[in-house]
């Protein structure tokens, strides 16, 4: 792994300890969120608000999550080690590797050439096993499903068919689900073959979930 500074492990405990001021209380999740350094996804000018609790831009016009939407989205998933998690839109990298460091199996889609190689290549350089797909989300990865969760980090409207349908009976999976001004966190927790139960969890606002692919060539690994 990395080696980081004493300065930057210190601003992580604070941010940790203020997510479990704001309501945060899984300590798996604040765990591995402790022992990712959030600093190294972003880029050099937002280096000093690494561990503020806000998203802040980074390349190709996305952002990378506030840290309480990730813990939010990680505690929805209720994933084990070993699970398998399918991610739409790896964008920074930061949520793959909080769930990597959780011990899941995780396979991330980027319709973003740019993204995609700087994930690619920060999360293996940082010792993470993860498997990365250039793609389109709406699709999924369906010849490796089925998934014990879906994690979608963009908005939209309306949860493709496809992705519910990658999912394994009695898995989950977690959206932004609205507009482009505002979205609400639903969780969509699969109980049979065409039965799935239907939850809200707060507020939240996201970039919007696009089709295609950007400057690249589908299933590229």
Known sequence: MIEESFEARGKRKKLIDELRGKGISDEKVLEAMNRVPRHLFMDDAFLKHAYQDKA?????????????????????????????????????????????????????IERQRELYRKAQTLLTSMGYRIHFFLGDGYEGQPQYGPYDGIIITAATAEVPEKLLKQLCIGGRLVVPKGGRDSQVMTLYSRRGEDDYEITTHGFFVFVPMLKGIVNGRENEQ
């Open 56 to 108: 802040f831009p980074i390349s190709s016009g996305q952002t990378i999550s506030q840290p309480y939407t990730v813990a939010v989205q990680t505690i929805l998933l209720n994933v084990g080690k070993r699970d398998k998690v399918l991610e739409i839109g790896t964008g920074s990298g930061y949520q793959a590797a909080v769930l990597a460091e959780m011990g899941v199996k995780v396979f991330t």
